[in-house]
């Protein structure tokens, strides 16, 4: 009884936690949603909405008495024209805010439809908290917010789709809705293929019929149109952007792109085409017969991106729904296709990958990639599999007692024996250090002159506390090491080079001896950064170097000219006064303490310690720092590692110990057994 008790008194407290999360996650929906429209309504007329204005507006392609595609500014096809039409009788101005409240309500509907079409079976927190997830990461995502922007109409073809395949009964009707999308986006009829080899054959048969009957009733209403754009531009082709534009995500733009034209180029679309659109519903097909249809829906729509001529942002929202995926038999495996398609769907290309040329191809077709990647490649889980509900199970270290009552404050992190993920490892770093090169970029508005005088007085205060503490030997170290040639040479190489080489050493190594330690590391270096950010956002800081009155030799990036605000280009590529604390020594000290905690041999200490040392003394040589920088760096280090502790908990020091007893005892026993076969 007392633990029937118990356990309805936790079955109760989970329910609760449930809905409170639930209840979170629509209030961030609802913002999102809010800011949105907030974005786009406070845009100045003439700069939102462009598309829509191009098309309905009073000098709009839609008034004129001519064709639609003279202008090659109209890019839907003669249907779609049709259908929006109607339209140019309405206000501009009612126009305008009934378009973008009319897509926001398509998107809360296309995000309750992909709720409920998630693979059975699905856990009870799951199903309450998909509709808001699925919202929230709709409003995030880069094809809804150029869509709302430019006011297109790319919503509405994904959600008839979804509608027609998982909300509406009756084949003939779901058929019919898929074919009106076709209507609108013609390689929407690759769903036809899909509906036919899953044993819905009526509905195909209603896709391609209701199509054939809207083409042709706006092939009666405008000839001229509809021979324009199927014939002369052969569906499309050639209207909107230039085709090798970057935001053309489709094969077509790709090898475009490449450098291929003329016959070889078609020939070859042609032919990836028709290899990607079969081996995607081959795919597709299986995975709607092994019971995950939005899946099935998914692989298809990205293929019909692939296969399109042209493929805009605002096209692209199949890739984010390929998020549904299972990828991996390990439980630290299950992340990374989620996390990665969250990510190419929301964020900039350029804060994904670096600005390297090496990258370039990569970077600028990263969505067409991924939905490539969802059509051909990834081995989706089928859910006969035997991981497709329990993955292998990660591995964790026992908890360490804390010397407080309370710590840590979030058990759930635990100490991780087995190594995390490296490609998601790689793609959460990358995308965290893109993320603090704009905050840091944007924490003190130094290129205007308001923010100029804001950091010299914060110098000026910085450099009087220095003096009342007799530590002001930024000049005269300065000034003594450009005497000696070769100091001035190692300090300033040292300064370019281990800021961001020692930390990667350091965190890659523990990925690969200590995996335990590299979670811990981890977490404290990020917060770290979080709090370094902080201080960038409260206290812009004029360094030595760009004190005038100082007269510092800025020994690393060459004589500055004061008289112009931003210095030259150097302000553009980073914040120079993002001075305190200064991270520059913050993370060598990390470095050097972690190296200290974990490293086995004693001299392997003494040698990490000395990082920190000869970075504190580059940042002072060189001019890029205070003395005082250097304490705020140590500060926030002090302050990561203790909010890591408080989060987490002590550091598993008895994980490898552990390790290690378990691995021993297992080789005793097996040469136990080898003695008495013996």
């Known amino acids: ?86 339209l140019t009788r309405a206000a501009e101005q009612a126009l305008g805010w009934g378009w973008t409240f009319g897509t926001l309500l398509l998107v809360v509907a296309l995000g309750l439809v992909v709720a409920r079409a998630l693979p059975q079976p699905v856990s009870r927190l799951t199903s309450l908290l998909a509709a808001p997830v699925a919202i929230s990461l709709l409003m995030l995502s880069l094809p809804v917010r150029n869509t709302l922007y430019l006011g297109q109409t790319s919503i509405m073809p994904v959600l008839l789709v979804l509608l027609g395949c998982f909300v509406v009964r009756g084949e003939r009707a779901s058929g019919a809705l898929i074919g009106v999308a076709a209507a609108l986006q013609p390689t929407i009829l690759l769903f036809a293929p899909l509906l036919w080899f899953t044993g819905r054959r009526r509905a195909a048969l209603s896709t391609g019929v209701t199509f054939a009957v809207c083409t042709a009733l706006a092939w009666a209403a405008m000839p001229h149109d509809s021979y324009t754009y199927w014939v002369h531009h052969v569906a499309g082709t050639g209207l909107g952007g230039a085709a090798d534009d970057l935001a053309n995500q489709s094969l077509h733009g790709l090898l475009l792109r490449a450098g291929l034209s003329g016959p070889l180029e078609i020939g070859l679309f042609l032919l990836l085409g028709a290899v990607v659109a079969v081996d995607a519903v081959r795919r597709a097909v299986r995975y709607a017969r092994d019971g995950q249809l939005l899946l099935a829906v998914a692989v298809t729509g990205c293929a019909a991106i692939l296969i399109s001529p042209t493929a805009w942002q605002h096209q692209l929202l199949w890739v984010l729904l390929a998020v549904v995926g299972r990828v991996g038999k390990r439980a630290s495996d299950r992340y990374v296709w989620p996390v990665a398609v969250v990510l190419v769907m929301t964020l900039p290309a350029k804060m994904i990958f670096p600005n390297m040329s090496v990258l370039d191809p990569l970077r600028d077709n990263v969505v067409l990639l991924a939905a490539l990647a969802a059509a051909t490649v990834i081995p989706f889980l089928p859910r006969t599999s035997a991981h497709y509900q329990t993955p292998i199970p990660t591995r964790y270290a026992a908890p360490v007692p804390a010397r407080f009552r309370r710590v840590p404050l979030l058990p759930f992190l635990k100490r991780v024996l087995t190594r995390p993920n490296l490609l998601l490892e790689l793609l959460l770093i990358r995308v965290t250090y893109a993320a603090y090169q704009q905050v840091r970029l944007a924490a ?194 002090g302050a990561g590692f203790g909010l890591a502790y408080l989060f987490q908990g002590p550091r598993a020091r008895s994980a490898g110990a552990a390790q290690g007893a378990k691995e021993s005892r297992d080789e005793r026993t097996v040469g136990a057994v080898g003695e008495g076969v013996r």
């Open 444 to 637: 003190t508005g130094g290129s205007n002159a308001e923010g100029r005088a804001r950091a010299e007085a914060h110098g000026a205060q910085i450099l009087d506390l220095e003096r009342w503490l007799h530590i002001d030997i930024e000049h005269w170290a300065n000034h003594a090491i450009v005497k000696v040639d070769w100091a001035r040479n190692f300090f300033d190489f040292y300064y370019e080079s281990f800021h961001f080489v020692v930390p990667l050493t350091v965190l890659a190594v523990l990925y690969w001896r200590r995996p335990a330690d590299y979670r811990w590391a981890r977490a404290s270096l990020g917060l770290t950064t979080l709090l370094a950010l902080l201080g960038f956002w409260l206290y812009p800081l004029a360094p030595p170097r760009l004190m005038p009155s100082l007269g510092m030799i800025d020994t690393v990036h060459g004589v500055q000219d004061f008289t112009k605000p931003d210095y030259g280009t150097l302000t553009h590529l980073t914040n120079q006064y993002a001075a305190m604390p200064s991270l520059h020594f913050g993370w060598s000290l990390w470095c050097g303490l972690v190296i200290a905690i974990v490293a086995p041999r004693w001299w392997m200490k003494g040698l990490g310690l000395l990082h920190p040392l000869f970075t504190v003394t580059a940042i002072v040589v060189t001019g890029n720092h205070w003395v005082l920088d250097a304490v705020g760096g140590a500060g926030v280090v």
């Open 1 to 86: 009884m007392a633990n029937a008790e118990h356990s309805g008194g936790t079955v109760e407290d989970y329910g609760a936690r449930a809905r409170v999360v639930r209840l979170g996650l629509w209030l961030v929906a609802a913002i999102l949603a809010v800011r949105q429209v907030a974005v786009v309504l406070s845009t100045p007329e003439g700069e939102r909405l462009t598309d829509l204005e191009t098309w309905v507006g009073p000098d709009g392609v839609l008034h004129v008495n001519g064709s639609l595609y003279d202008s090659t500014l109209f890019t839907g096809t003669p249907f779609g024209g049709l259908v929006l039409k109607p």
